[in-house]
């Protein structure tokens, strides 16, 4: 008879608990069209190197708030940009290298090292990637205007640019 609360406690909470999975919608209320990914290099080592990520969206881009990118490992912030094709979605992500490090001031005035720069967040410190992706997907997360709820949209088909090189001119 005392197992009967502890039970009806346990059955709630595995219906009714927090999940740790993003839910996935099956439908969003924008189309995707063409997308593409290109991976740049640039000519000098302080240049870098990266790749930008661009979604083109058919339809509806005023009635959904974009939040967030995961592709290939990266959660990344989107730029709504329109041009004469319509509206993209706009990802660009710079790879870091590990020798690359800032210029920091030391002196022992500290108001002279007030333009220093906080050290950058590691790999611990920063959100871990909530799904398991092939190469050529993507989820785009979002809020529909008027509605606070955080939806996830996974799609696939990214098609791969030839990647572009820059060159860096010589010093005369």
Same mark, same amino acid.
């Given at each position: 008879m005392r197992k009967i609360p502890v039970l009806t406690v346990v059955?709630?909470?595995? !219906?009714?608990?927090?999940?740790? @999975? /993003?839910k996935l919608v099956r439908e969003a =209320?924008?189309?995707? /069209?063409? =997308?593409?990914?290109?991976?740049y290099a640039a000519g000098r080592e302080e240049s870098g190197s990266g790749f930008t990520l661009i979604l083109p969206i058919a339809d509806n881009v005023g009635e959904v708030t974009f939040e967030e990118i995961y592709f290939r490992g990266h959660i990344m912030k989107p730029s709504v940009v329109q041009n004469e094709k319509g509206y993209e979605l706009v990802c660009k992500h710079k790879n870091e290298s590990p020798e690359e490090k800032p210029d920091i001031v030391m002196h022992a005035d500290p108001r002279e090292e007030i333009g220093n720069q906080p050290p950058s967040l590691t790999k611990s410190? @920063? /959100?871990?990637? =909530?799904?398991? !992706?092939?190469k050529d997907e993507v989820v785009i997360s979002y809020r529909e205007k008027g509605k606070n709820r955080l939806l996830f949209y996974k799609f696939k088909g990214v098609k791969e640019k030839p990647p572009l090189l820059y060159r860096s001119l010589p010093k005369n």
């Open positions: 059955i709630l909470f595995g !219906l009714f608990g927090c999940s740790s @999975q /993003k =209320p924008f189309t995707i /069209k063409d =997308p593409s990914c290109q991976d410190d @920063q /959100k871990e990637f =909530p799904f398991e !992706l092939e």
